[in-house]
């Protein structure tokens, strides 16, 4: 299983890290290091029922391997160190017919190939609680969200420095070059998600971002995050947690964001996108519910090929933020643990979405999904995971059912 030549490339690469640092200051650096391999094993399954569909399904079956390795530091008042990724998807069942899953690449005659993957590295240094991450990167902002839904996930090449010096506070920037989706073994430019509305879009070698979020207290935390894809858009997002207890096993959390989304370079981009989503908790139970408004000439623009920071995005129409779309969410999630079974989760969720399309034509939308997992806790399959995602979309002139089947195993390596 560890003899795959992913496998080898990243043990080689880490060989060759430790190498290069003098032996006296290598303690930390082996010490602070961890390592892990994920197995993920998944079926996707979407039939496309609406008459005029240009294909009637996707259906495909692949296995995911995921090396990950992060060192520590060497000692000093400068660290050093390095993070591997491998990624290798293997093909178990496709055809030219049923592709666009998004777990494999599709070549020109249509036929996915057997196998893709890459290998990843980046260098790192600490100055004492500033990072300094050179290389391939997978952030995680409002701002940028690689998609990690699939398969294999999606990763960035650049610079990004984060830094907590001020306790509370974590400021994170840095500029993205490249790209590479997580359906594909290359990196290219990075483009903007296609978009109700937009126009004048350019796939670009230049995303800069900055983030500062203060964690106030136990209970609330306030972040400010802006993104930048140059001949594309410029995004500012806001958002406030906040988490009141309530008493034994109680709890109401309140999630309010706002984005500002405006043109750069030849785009039109112009959208305003207000969500909140409230939370009530009450043991192993927790009732939500949500609503989101869009205004602008377009809809949301957010990374092509991520996920995109609002509170009605979801598992098939993904974000419900066409230009002046209102939609609303109920939500319903359960916790096993508490009747002693830890380990197994349950969600359901209803979403309803009006005046979609161009401008608000009038048109309406509704998507139904569920969730059921369970990850082992203890003895030799622990970790071993199990997850149905089930989910009925229809609108917009499309009607869709989809089933997701997901087999995980997650072992650590050091």
């Given at each position: ?84 990724l ?102 290219e430019?990075?483009?903007?998600a ?14 800069d ?12 935390t ?40 405006t ?11 207000f ?50 779309e ?89």
């Amino acid at each position: 299983m560890l003899k795959t030549p992913i496998a080898r490339g990243v043990a080689l690469a880490t060989l060759g890290a430790s190498m290069a640092v003098p032996s006296m200051a290598q303690a930390a650096f082996f010490e602070d290091s961890k390592a892990s391999l994920e197995l993920r094993n998944f079926y996707f399954n979407s039939d496309n029922h609406q008459s005029g569909a240009s294909q009637s399904k996707s259906d495909e079956w692949a296995q995911g391997f995921i090396l990950n390795f992060e060192s520590g530091f060497t000692e000093g008042p400068i660290g050093f160190g390095v993070d591997a990724l491998g990624l290798l998807g293997v093909k178990l069942d496709s055809s030219p017919d049923r592709t666009g899953s998004g777990l494999l690449p599709a070549g020109s005659d249509g036929y996915a190939p057997d196998e893709y993957g890459r290998l990843n590295g980046a260098a790192k240094v600490r100055v004492s609680k500033t990072v300094l991450k050179v290389g391939d990167l997978i952030p995680k902002l409002p701002t940028i969200l690689p998609s990690d839904s699939r398969l294999l996930p999606q990763t960035f090449r650049g610079g990004m420095l984060t830094s907590q010096e001020i306790e509370g506070l974590t400021f994170v920037a840095g500029r993205l070059t490249d790209n590479s989706l997580r359906n594909d073994a290359s990196y290219e430019d990075i483009a903007m998600a296609s978009a109700t509305g937009a126009t004048g879009l350019t796939p670009t070698d230049k995303f800069d971002f900055a983030s500062l979020k203060y964690k106030w207290n136990d209970q609330l935390t306030t972040s400010y995050d802006f993104g930048k894809l140059h001949d594309n858009y410029k995004q500012h997002i806001v958002n406030l947690v906040h988490v009141l207890p309530l008493g034994d096993k109680q709890s109401f959390k309140s999630d309010i964001r706002y984005a500002h989304s405006t043109d750069d370079g030849n785009s039109n981009v112009d959208s305003k996108a207000f969500g909140a989503m409230f939370t009530y908790s009450l043991g192993g139970h927790a009732f939500g519910a949500a609503y989101q408004d869009l205004s602008g000439d377009t809809a949301y623009p957010y990374l092509a090929g991520g996920d995109a920071f609002l509170v009605n995005y979801v598992m098939i129409d993904a974000t419900f933020a066409d230009p002046e779309e209102k939609s609303w969410q109920l939500r319903y999630d359960y916790n096993f643990a508490a009747m002693g079974i830890p380990g197994l989760t349950f969600m359901t969720r209803y979403i309803k979405g009006t005046d979609t399309g161009l401008n608000g034509n009038g048109g309406d939308e509704w998507e139904r999904d569920t969730d059921i997992g369970y990850v082992v806790q203890t003895g030799a399959l622990k970790n071993l995971g199990l997850k149905w995602r089930n989910g009925t979309y229809r609108g917009d002139n499309r009607e869709i059912d989809q089933n997701r089947l997901i087999v995980s195993y997650t072992i650590p390596l050091l």
